[in-house]
């Protein structure tokens, strides 16, 4: 352990060049593109892997189309779905990265696209081509592939996803009382990312008790209010989910809400607890409600629709975020392209009422703030946070965290010595952590304001954590392009906030976790149920060792490491309470 003051060395404040769609920055000139293709880093830009996998057809030929056969067009489909989508959309109609509709393609010409993919631009467009990342002829056929029409990948109305749904156990037919001794509060879900499976680890015995197949590249878990149910969604967009109830945790039904989802969540507002569960979809672009106790799905809205501040039509904006208000029976949405972020009422859901609040594009992840009354969210590719005040439904603040690209995972709760309850995010792009004052009643003064900024490992940090019953605050930087930052963990002392750059300790996770293959990246803390232990994914590639690392949140020392063959790519851990009761 290591305790190092903003004075780092050189490979400590490397910044991320990984996320060139986020950062919107210049790309080296003849540098392997990173972030595309490089595992796991390739992993965090946005890649439509399912929808490469879906045949698409060629459209009827048109004068000026360049010759190409079906089965090039749906290659090309498919590296675009997995290489190019995330950046200039699905439809090419242009998100982070520039559209890339025939009216501008054909202006430019076939010869301008094969250079443009072969070297790149100092605008952030990787080099594909002299990078070795794509070959000659896949460039040549891409570049014939974006002179014709781009083809639209089926929609998943009510009567696709109904023909997924299935529910393996009726409500009636479960137990009505818990038929195991687990302590399920103080169980842990662990995505195992590549496998598409989650591990139910104990957390007093550090046992896995189940491993439970679930999506493709399965993502994110959440818990329903009672902590009965868990609900795990992978980026195929399949639903599970498991009752923890029964002798074995077991899934009792399963969806399929779309091509490509990240996000899921439940109703959690007293009075309607276990009621509804909501996933939103990236394609398409919508979110679906759905029955607490089965998954019926019951309504699904489009996202399509006007972008906040130009009012131009944008026909693939992205469900990002999504969480429930504790003030109002509402879900909170986050749709990234036009930059809305959505009240969905679920009181009514036959007449349904939706406020639609104007914050900014590119919304990403978020959590709330201690009191559980603000949602804070980042705008990413604007380096902003959006504040929203879940008991009016309305845009408080819009904060500028003065960093590159934030990534707050849900952000992390601090009772600041100076500034009272804080907010904290770190970022994709450089080494800061804001802290963001949360107690408009309390501290008005420092209220939506970034109070302080902290400076950790590097660029390419994910997440931050804490715990109420915690002093520290734990920053990851897992894709750092050095080695060592990316497989160790900032830790900051609540108590030395008060001075003007606080020093940190830095844990050697990877180094703790002693696997020799690979070169694993540490990423999400996340406490136990008490809040006296944080645990670490150490991720490595799927074919090597990983493990999790539990530390002792009062000493910084190590109290264990979790290995077992089936722990494949851990990477997202919720424990069952902090996850059901937003502790963070
Ligand atoms: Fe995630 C949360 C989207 C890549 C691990 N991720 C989220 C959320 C979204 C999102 C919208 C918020 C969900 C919510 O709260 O409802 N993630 C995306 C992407 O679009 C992206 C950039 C690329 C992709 O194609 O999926 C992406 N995410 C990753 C990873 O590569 C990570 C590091 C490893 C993995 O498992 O895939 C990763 N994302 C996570 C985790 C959370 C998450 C662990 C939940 C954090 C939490 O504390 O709640």
Redesign the pocket.
Known sequence: MTVISKLRTAALTASVAIPIALLGGPSAAQDKPEGHGDA?AA?????ATTLGEIDVELPGRKPGDPVITPSEFNKAATIYFERCA?CHGVLRKGATGKPLTTDITRENGYDYLVSFMTYGSPAGMPNWGTSGELSEAEIDMLARYLLIEPPAPPEFGMAAMRGTWKLHVAPEDRPTEQMNDLEIDKLFSV?L?DAGQVALIDGDSYEIVKVLETGY?V??S?ISASGRYLFVIG?DAKVNMIDLWMEEPTTVAEIKVGSEA????TSKMEGWEDKYAIA?S?WPPQYVIMDGATLEPLKIKSTRGMIYDTQEFHPEPRV????SSHYKPEFIV?VKETGKILMVDYSDIKNLKVTEIEAERFL??GGLDSTKRYFLTAANARNKVAVIDTKTSSLIAMVDTQGQTPHP??GANIDHPVFGPVWATSHLGDETVALIGTDPEGHPEHAWKVVQQLYALGGGS??VKTHPESEHLYVDA?LNPDAEVSASIAVFKVGDLTQEEPEYTVLPIGEWAAIADGQPRV??G?FNREGDEIWFSVWNSKDKESAIVVVDDKTLELKKVIKDERLVTP??K?NVYNTRADV?
């Open positions: 796991p992993q965090y830009t946005y890649s995330g995505t990312r590249a993502h994110i959440r980026r990240r996000s899921i969540e939103g990236y990002a975020a999504i969480i986050n990403h992840d995972g849900r994910l997440f897992p990423v999400q996340e990477t997202g919720f963070y």
